[in-house]
């Protein structure tokens, strides 16, 4: 028996470097940090590099950094993040600091974008069989049928998913207008405009 038209191996393909990805939570709080910086008594201690898999494409292809940050206020006085506390680069220029629903916008997977798998539908996986020198078609199985619609929902619904995990996790550990009072640590992300992965300092007002 000889397949004639193999569909299962393009699936197959196409699964390899087409599929939705997961979302991996990221907990601020338990992350080890490794780079810092103080000034009048407010630390920041921050992390990059906190995606993977396509959101970690996604935040490459669109100049978008997400980081994890700690902030330890061991100053006199109550701070709030984003107008008296503010994030500088080394040469001192400001960092803008996105708003957790542009940072999603930005970096999530597009379910629809899945829905080509239906063009797989029409596929059909033909059988021959060769007997006395001539070869004839012996059956034809409508496989695209459950591959097509079987690839985009399952991959629409993974992508929803991950991308439910991942704006959750923004909402919770979001740090913008937030009050830091004096003694007081706390953990979050933030999602900054940015090519690469520079060093940051914290600026206190």
């Not at 997961?22 to 000034?39: A, C, F, M, R, V």
């Not at 935040?59 to 330890?72: H, S």
């Not at 960092?95 to 798998?117: C, E, G, H």
């Not at 007997?131 to 079987?150: A, C, D, R």
Request: with cysteine; net charge positive.
């Amino acid at each position: 028996m000889k397949f004639k038209k193999i569909a299962t191996l393009i699936a197959t393909v196409v699964l390899l470097g087409s599929c939705a990805s997961g979302y991996k939570t990221i907990n601020p709080e338990s992350i080890n940090y490794l780079s810092h910086s103080e000034d009048k008594g407010v630390k920041l201690e921050y992390k990059y590099e906190l995606l993977n898999k396509k959101y970690k494409k996604k935040e490459l292809a669109k100049g978008v950094r997400l980081i994890a940050v700690k902030i330890t206020n061991n100053s006199n006085n109550d701070v709030v993040f984003g107008k008296d506390v503010t994030l500088n680069y080394d040469n001192g220029a400001s960092i803008y600091i996105m708003d957790n629903d542009r940072v999603f916008t930005s970096l999530k997977q597009s379910p629809a974008s899945y829905l080509w798998y239906l063009l797989l539908t029409p596929t059909n996986l033909y059988t021959t069989e060769t007997q006395n020198g001539y070869t004839t078609e012996t059956s034809t199985v409508p496989i695209g049928l459950i591959l097509g619609p079987g690839l985009a929902g399952g991959n629409m619904i993974a992508a929803s998913t991950a991308n439910n995990k991942f704006k959750t996790d923004l909402k919770t550990h979001n740090l913008n207008g937030l009050t830091i009072k004096k003694g007081q640590t706390v953990s979050g992300l933030i999602g900054i405009r940015s090519g690469d992965y520079n060093a940051i300092k914290i600026k206190v007002d």
